[in-house]
């Protein structure tokens, strides 16, 4: 269920909200529930991480398949292949930075909104 609303881009809490607003611009909070989704600005830096992982992933499998299928010079090759990894992160981002967000909620980092009582039609 979690692995579904990472690769969606929705909130790991309730599973209804975005994460974000547009490609590169993720919501402080969710227009759902209203859970913060990161607090501290470091926390970006795991996000980091995913992004490596698929810009390596995007390069190796780039490389074997120019290398086997192409007479290609090495040099064109790292060409090549570099744009498609710049490519994949950007192409990505909202996904691996959902899956690092998912992470943080795993690991307490997010916690579940309180919920409030309602009495007379007003929160309180």
């Not at 980091?48 to 390596?56: C, E, L």
């Not at 490389?63 to 994949?88: E, G, M, N, R």
Request: charged letters at 15%; one cysteine or more; proline letters at 5%.
């Amino acid at each position: 269920m979690l692995v579904r609303r990472a690769l969606t881009c929705k909130c790991p809490v309730c599973g209804r909200g975005d994460l974000f607003a547009s490609h590169f611009r993720m919501n402080r909070s969710c227009p759902s529930c209203g859970v913060i989704f990161w607090k501290d600005p470091g926390e970006s830096l795991g996000a980091m991480y995913v992004d490596y992982a698929v810009a390596t992933i995007a390069f190796l499998l780039a490389w074997f398949v120019l290398d086997f299928t192409t007479h290609l010079s090495d040099p064109k090759q790292v060409v090549i292949v570099s744009i498609i990894a710049v490519a994949s992160i950007l192409i990505f981002y909202p996904i691996s930075r959902s899956i690092w967000t998912v992470l943080v909620y795993l690991s307490g980092g997010i916690e579940k909104p309180k919920m409030r009582a309602i009495r007379g039609g007003k929160a309180l």
